[in-house]
Structures are given as structure tokens and as C-alpha cells.
T-cell receptor
Framework: DGGITQSPKYLFRKEGQNVTLSCEQNLNHDAMYWYRQDPGQGLRLIYYSQIVNDFQKGDIAEGYSVSREKKESFPLTVTSAQKNPTAFYLC??????????????FGPGTRLTVT | AQRVTQPEKLLSVFKGAPVELKCNYS??????LFWYVQYSRQRLQLLLRHISRESIKGFTADLNKGETSFHLKKPFAQEEDSAMYYC???????????FGKGTMLLVSP
């Protein structure tokens, strides 16, 4: 099963530690996204990248950081500055918007628990 | 700022009953809207988009610019339709989407 993979499925960390969530795609998509999904809140955009070596903040970027060194990979780091990091994190990708590709394809998600 | 509103957190119906999941949006330009669905233990996936005007799994959605709505409808609900449904609006000039908070549809036998 190709497409978008996220690892690990479950992640546990102590408060004060940074943690990095992996997202890889083999769809040759230009754009990648990170969302946070909380009950009753829907999906909220953390960061997105429309091209390698470039990324932009989403609606709730504070306490998070990303990199986009390769087209296939878009890791998300949840830093100790994120006040409420426990959540379900979803990664997505889409074809180039220049080609009219707006459909986003989602990974299976990572559930992060910080205690 | 653009916004997507799904007023119902939970919609519970019986099998065979009609279903309408509401979605309203605020947007100054010409909107592009989508419905995504997340079945239990499965990934979030695209259900349909308004520009294609297609029917997927018996669901349809019509864009009503006058009422700024994009409600999702199905004439006869099935138990396998039980899932979380999200309405989404494409952001102007970017590939990003603004999602509503979602509606959980429960179809009982």
C-alpha cells in the first residue's frame, strides 16, 4: 500500500521533549500539509509546503516546525513550546495546484500523547 | 476571512431514511468546495467535489451560491454510511483547504 505513510502510529513523550513525526509520500506530489485533528475542532492546518525547500505557516503553527528537504518527505517537529501537543496529526499531499490538483490525499495519522 | 460551518456535530438517522449534512461557507470569490469522509479506522478521503457534479456512493451535493451552502444529501441512508464527514473550501490562490468541524453521521438499523 503506497501513497502516504506516517510513522509511528502511536507516539508517547514526556512533557518538555521535542518529538518529530514522519510523513513520506511516493505519489510525486508537489504539495504537502500537516493538520491537527481534535474532537469537535475539525482539521486545523499547521504548516504546508508547495515545493521543496519552501513552506508556510498555517493557522496554528506556534510550537511546531517543519522541513522540506526532499519532495517525498515533510517531517513535523512538535516542540516543547507547543502548549497542548496531545492530538491526532494528519499529513496530506496534493498534486501541483498549477495542474489544477487540489484533491488532498491523507496519511493514516499519528496519535501523539504527551504526559 | 473564509469560513466553513457545519452546524451539526452529530446526525443520527435510521437505515433507509434521507440524509442531509449541512455545510455553509463564507467566501468572497468563486468557491471550490469538497466533501471528505473518514470511516472508522480508515483514512480521510475525498468523497466528492462540486466542480465534477458527480454522485459517489449515492451522495450528491449542490452548490447554492445564493444561500452559500453545499449540503450533502443521500435519499436512502445505509449503515455503511456511518462516518465523520467534513466540508472543505479551497483557499484563494493556494492549494490549502479550510475544513469545517465535521459532522458525525450515525445510521442505525
Amino acid at each position: 500500500d503506497g501513497g502516504i505513510t506516517q510513522s509511528p502510529k502511536y507516539l508517547f513523550r514526556k512533557e518538555g521533549q521535542n518529538v518529530t513525526l514522519s510523513c513520506e509520500q511516493n505519489l510525486n506530489h508537489d504539495a504537502m500539509y500537516w493538520y491537527r485533528q481534535d474532537p469537535g475542532q475539525g482539521l486545523r492546518l499547521i504548516y504546508y509546503s508547495q515545493i521543496v525547500n519552501d513552506f508556510q505557516k498555517g493557522d496554528i503553527a506556534e510550537g511546531y516546525s517543519v522541513s522540506r528537504e526532499k519532495k517525498e518527505s515533510f517531517p513535523l517537529t512538535v516542540t516543547s513550546a507547543q502548549k497542548n501537543p496531545t492530538a491526532f496529526y494528519l499529513c496530506a499531499s496534493s498534486p501541483s495546484p498549477l495542474a489544477g490538483g487540489y484533491e488532498q490525499y491523507f496519511g493514516p495519522g499519528t496519535r501523539l500523547t504527551v504526559t | 476571512a473564509q469560513r466553513v460551518t457545519q452546524p451539526e456535530k452529530l446526525l443520527s438517522v435510521f437505515k433507509g431514511a434521507p440524509v442531509e449534512l449541512k455545510c455553509n461557507y463564507s467566501y468572497s470569490g468563486s468557491p471550490e468546495l469538497f466533501w471528505y469522509v473518514q470511516y472508522s479506522r480508515q483514512r480521510l478521503q475525498l468523497l466528492l467535489r462540486h466542480i465534477s457534479r458527480e454522485s459517489i456512493k449515492g451522495f450528491t451535493a449542490d452548490l447554492n451560491k445564493g444561500e452559500t451552502s453545499f449540503h450533502l444529501k443521500k435519499p436512502f441512508a445505509q449503515e455503511e454510511d456511518s462516518a465523520m464527514y467534513y466540508c472543505a473550501l479551497k483557499d484563494s490562490g493556494y492549494s490549502t483547504l479550510t475544513f469545517g468541524k465535521g459532522t458525525m453521521l450515525l445510521v442505525s438499523p
